[in-house]
């Protein structure tokens, strides 16, 4: 998310699917590079828009862009054409259409560009430059980019194609949510009762059922029951319990939580779906992956300060060891007074 760039292009272009989540088909996809107050340049936004769209709609692609980007020290813009070119001519697709971009970028403000096409994200595929010719290559293979192996690591999947990896912000059905949700609106209450109180004991037993429901993810079991899912949501919905929760003590149980948080956000109201969004878009944020934190802050039915925080914090490309650190140490000494605080 805030990675030094040392990557050649054909190294960035294979880190591609990792950095995005899933395997980009007829894809245009923008990677900035931007320069931070210490003089390094990294990875900033990435950004990913349907071919069809971006070659028709080319003002699209830069609001879109100079929104996200206004505002930040670009060094330099790089464009990845994916689209496997089967129609018999010589000359690299779309190169009417790219130049017209190209030239409303540079009225916006973005002044280094690098236009790169690929057919595929294989091994061995052949890529070329828009702009020099002789620059070209063969694409190594993305399963094994250092990129990926750093994805893999942190537990997260590059899925095969978009519509895999949107199948996981899929919802349950509304009368699924809507029972869960009648379920979880008077425990809700109760949760919110005791944190006024100071309820310590309560909150202890709570915090221990989605400590459980963590360690159980660990092992590739998430909630089935409604009952259940409705004590977890309406347990999140304490700001204590939930920011306890925003680090975990192990990349495990990271991992775990984020797939739990997304299962729980799945089956979340809309009322309890703004905490969930939350505490996920954070946990993937500090895992590295952006693609899920970006997409469910978009797929949220309305921004809280934290999910304001997470996208700025990827707008800005913010090192998220610092914060991760920072995060991690305020959980621990929520969870520390939560765990050792008695009843008066």
């Known amino acids: 998310m805030s990675e030094a760039i040392s990557l050649t ?96 970028l540079h009225e916006a403000g973005f002044a280094n560009i690098e236009l790169l096409h690929v057919p595929a994200f294989t091994a061995g595929a052949p890529w070329s430059c828009y702009d020099v010719a002789d620059h070209t290559g063969t694409l190594p293979d993305p399963a094994i980019s250092p990129a990926t192996t750093e994805r893999v690591l942190h537990g997260n999947r590059v899925y095969g194609n978009r519509d895999a990896f949107l199948a996981q912000f899929d919802p349950a059905p509304a009368d699924i949510r809507g029972s869960i949700a009648a379920l979880a609106d008077p425990i809700a209450e109760d949760v919110q009762a005791e944190e006024l109180a100071g309820d310590f004991p309560r909150l202890r037993r709570r915090l221990q059922l989605i400590d459980n429901a963590v360690t159980a993810a660990t092992q590739g079991r998430l909630p089935t029951d409604q009952h259940e899912i409705a004590k977890l949501i309406a347990a999140l919905s304490s700001f204590l319990l939930r920011d306890i929760h925003l680090a975990q003590d192990t990349e495990q149980r990271c991992g775990a939580a984020q797939s739990l948080w997304l299962h729980l ?33 978009q797929r949220g039915p309305r921004p809280t300060k934290l999910t304001r925080l997470v996208h700025r914090w990827m707008r800005e490309s913010v090192d998220f060891t610092a914060l991760h650190t920072d995060i991690a140490d305020v959980a621990q000494q929520l969870r520390a007074t939560l765990t050792t605080s008695t009843e008066s």
């Open 265 to 297: 956000w799945r089956h979340a109201s809309d009322r309890y779906a703004p905490t969930m969004t939350a505490l996920t878009a954070v946990t993937a944020f500090l895992r590295k992956d952006s693609a899920v934190a970006g997409l469910i802050i």
């Open 9 to 104: 292009d054909e190294g960035l272009l294979a880190a591609i699917p990792a950095l995005i989540g899933f395997v980009p088909t007829d894809s245009l996809v923008m990677v900035a590079a931007v320069v931070h107050t210490d003089g390094s340049v990294r990875l900033g936004r990435i950004t990913r828009f349907d071919l069809d769209l971006a070659m028709r709609l080319s003002r699209v692609v830069v609001t879109e862009l100079s929104r996200a980007l206004g505002d930040q020290p670009v060094q330099r813009l790089i464009g990845a054409v994916v689209h496997d070119n089967t129609s018999g001519t010589n000359d690299l697709p779309y190169r009417a259409q790219l130049y017209e971009l190209t030239h409303r």
